[in-house]
């Protein structure tokens, strides 16, 4: 949420990709992701700082995430694409940005005074030591 609303401050429409099981699972695991494409899809719509979003599919012909980025830049014609600093691929992500005159954006998790820090990868690991 917290790298959601640094984002929205970067331009007037804040667009987020969300990837799909097959390509989470091919990101992050065999056992992630832990909620399905449609859950993540609904709560990252109904994020205030959110005005569209769209779920990347992974079943497009060629199967590859560059493909994908490759599809999305020239569809919608980004002005920023801003990726936190744990992305995967960033070096890829940036020589995109340039060949589309995008303004590439790498973002520092944050989170205000008084919140802890947290992901999925943290919430899976509390949870083991609860059984």
């Known amino acids: 949420v917290f790298f959601l609303e640094d984002c929205k401050k970067l331009g007037d429409i804040l667009i987020v990709a969300v990837g799909n099981d097959a390509l989470t ?6 056992f992630r992701p832990i909620l ?5 899809l609904k709560m990252i719509d109904s994020l205030k700082p959110v005005d569209y979003s769209l779920l990347v599919d992974i079943t497009f012909k060629e199967k590859n995430m560059h493909h994908i980025l490759n599809v999305v830049f020239k569809e919608l014609k980004p002005n920023i694409y801003a990726v936190n600093d744990d992305a995967f691929d960033i070096e890829y992500r940036k020589n995109l940005c340039k ?7 790498i973002m520092k998790r944050t989170t205000p005074p008084g919140i802890d820090p947290t992901s999925t990868t943290k919430i899976i690991e509390k949870n083991k030591g609860l059984n």
């Open 25 to 30: 699972s091919m990101h992050k695991g065999p």
């Open 36 to 40: 399905n494409e449609n859950a993540r």
């Open 99 to 105: 060949s589309f005159n995008v303004e590439f954006i």
